[in-house]
């Protein structure tokens, strides 16, 4: 698998108005929250489950085309929002796999909401960097042969 040549996901959320970058496979809730970004309506602020798929507070809206900008639905969603339009998700649920644009709180009223969309999908996503970042070399240790065994590591396991 070649990781480090993907191209980092953007986030658009509509709502708030704010694109984020997120590394490919991360949690569309825990970037949602590490972002700032106010995902819960009323019940959900006064309890959420905390991401295990039980309280059904996290809904987003995913707007585009790209069936691929987010995991599959798990089996947890496909019972939740039996009656929910197929447009949302739960956010604790999915993984950024692609650049997607999301309102979060789809059931909370938006002024000028179709405007707002058609705008948001009409400005391309950015791409992101190209690449993840570059992991730091490691030093090694200049008195620590390959193959040698140090001893007394040895002994102490033996110990006890
Ligand atoms: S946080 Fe509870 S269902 Fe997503």
């Given amino acids: 698998m070649q990781l480090w040549s993907q191209v980092m996901p953007v986030i658009r959320f509509v709502r708030e108005g704010k694109d984020v970058e997120c590394y490919p496979g991360e949690n569309l809730r825990e970037v949602a ?23 059904i507070t996290c809904f987003v809206e995913v707007e585009g085309a790209d069936p691929l900008a987010l995991t ?51 400005v391309p996503l950015p791409p992101g960097p190209l690449a993840w970042p570059e992991p730091e070399p490691q030093d090694e240790d200049p008195e620590e042969k390959p ?6 590591t040895s002994d102490e396991a033996g110990e006890g």
Avoid: F, H, M
């Fill in 33 to 55: 929250l590490r972002e700032g970004i106010e995902l819960y309506g009323l019940k959900g602020k006064l309890g959420n489950c905390g991401g295990c798929g039980q309280c």
């Fill in 72 to 122: 599959p639905c798990t089996a947890v969603e496909e019972q939740k929002l039996r009656r929910r339009p197929s447009s949302w998700r739960l956010a604790c649920q999915a993984l950024v796999q692609r650049s997607l644009v999301v309102l979060t709180r789809p059931q909370v009223g938006l002024s000028d909401r179709e405007g707002l969309l058609a705008r948001a999908l009409a």
């Fill in 147 to 152: 193959g040698e065994i140090d001893s007394t």
